[in-house]
């Protein structure tokens, strides 16, 4: 049997001044090259969960193994340096940095991790590889990301969290902006670009209608009894 990629057991976590917690008994498991669909409203810990999940907060209680290292056990500092060395984020709103262009901006994945450099071979190449690869055309490789339209800035958003073959990519709404098609195109060359790279994927979202697409698909609420204590109400 192979090992999981991800296991989080009894999880737990309060933001500073809150009086309940927004996670809490959280158990959660992704194989290698899995893809899993979380579903959950505005507010009910999905952004939490995967800023937990990256080491960007530790967690009250409970534990998260990433390839069998307990993240909550690293200083901040080695959280970070793991994060960069083994996740891409695809954020909600992309966080582009809009000064530079689309190639410049998918090698960002790289920037803090040799380990992703080493991965990713000739960097340049493979920014425009994944770039070409994700249906972005070669005429917007070299534009301003302010100067690109949203399903655009989307593509480059998903180039550089997979440049260097991440074992687990992150992708909080990522397609939130889209119409129905580009939504549906942007989640197949997702798809095929993370199993070329070996990578698992944890798509947190509130649209449901693509669960069926995923290999498991669950309910924040089912796993979060935060979400259960509060009635469940996504």
């Known amino acids: 049997m192979t090992a999981p990629l991800l296991t989080i057991e009894s999880l737990r976590f309060t933001w500073p001044g809150d009086a309940e917690p927004i996670v809490s008994g959280l158990n959660l498991e992704i194989a290698p090259g899995q893809r899993v669909f979380l579903a959950g409203a505005s507010g009910s810990g999905k952004s939490t969960l995967l800023a937990l999940i990256g080491g960007l907060v530790a967690p009250s209680s409970g534990t998260i193994r990433f390839a069998g290292q307990d993240l909550a056990a690293l200083s901040r500092t080695a959280r970070d340096r793991f994060r960069a060395d083994h996740l891409g984020v695809i954020f909600q709103q992309f966080n ?3 000064w530079l262009d ?4 998918a090698r960002l994945g790289c920037q803090f991790s040799p380990a992703r450099r080493e991965r990713a071979g000739e960097i340049e190449e493979s920014a425009r590889e994944l770039l070409a690869a994700m249906g972005l055309a070669s005429d917007c490789w070299t534009r301003r990301a302010d100067a690109l ?6 593509r480059v958003a998903a180039a550089r969290a997979l440049i260097g073959q991440p074992g687990l990519v992150l992708a909080d709404e990522p397609t939130s902006a889209l119409d129905a098609d580009r939504r549906d195109a942007f989640v197949e060359l997702l798809f095929a670009q993370a199993e070329r790279a070996g990578s698992a994927i944890l798509f947190v ?30």
């Open 102 to 105: 689309g190639v410049a901006n």
């Open 96 to 98: 582009l940095l809009p």
């Open 205 to 234: 979202s509130h649209d449901r209608a693509l669960a069926d697409r995923f290999d498991l698909k669950l309910e924040l609420a089912d796993i979060n009894q935060a979400n259960a204590a509060a009635g469940g109400a996504l």
């Open 149 to 154: 339209s949203v399903g655009q800035q989307q």
